[in-house]
């Protein structure tokens, strides 16, 4: 089992920027993929960032503006988010899976609350 939890959130400008962070604690064995995604309520759950073994990937929506990255000693995913648009709005979520026991697996956080307004 894995346990993430997240930090970071909060309510910015547009154009500013924000830093999330995940740390994850557990049997983090055959977790290779640790990333982000973001939902409004009532619509379905949309990938942010992820990174895989040191591969990065990123929704076109965030392009340019958005980095993931990992810190493996620590167990932790960041995001960094600059250039903030009212559209970033949403509750974001950090992921983590892998195959563990022969099986899929996929573990998120609580989610925390990103607003972008003026």
């Known amino acids: 089992q894995v346990r993430l939890v997240e930090s970071g959130g909060g309510l910015v400008q547009p154009g500013a920027s924000l830093r999330l962070s995940c740390v994850a604690s557990?049997?983090?064995?055959?977790?290779?993929?640790m990333g982000w995604y973001r939902q409004l309520s009532g619509q379905e759950r949309d990938l942010v960032a992820e990174?895989?073994?040191?591969?990065?990937k990123y929704a076109d929506s965030v392009k340019g503006r958005f980095t993931v990255s990992r810190d493996n000693a620590e167990n932790t995913v960041y995001l960094q988010m600059d250039s903030l648009k009212p559209e970033d709005t949403d509750v974001y979520y950090c992921?983590?899976?892998?195959?563990?026991?022969?099986?899929?697996?996929?573990?998120w956080g609580q989610g925390t609350q990103v607003t972008v307004s003026s």
């Open positions: 992921n983590a899976n892998g195959i563990q026991n022969w099986k899929r697996v996929t573990y």
């Open positions: 557990g049997n983090m064995f055959g977790i290779n993929t």
């Open positions: 990174i895989t073994n040191d591969a990065p």
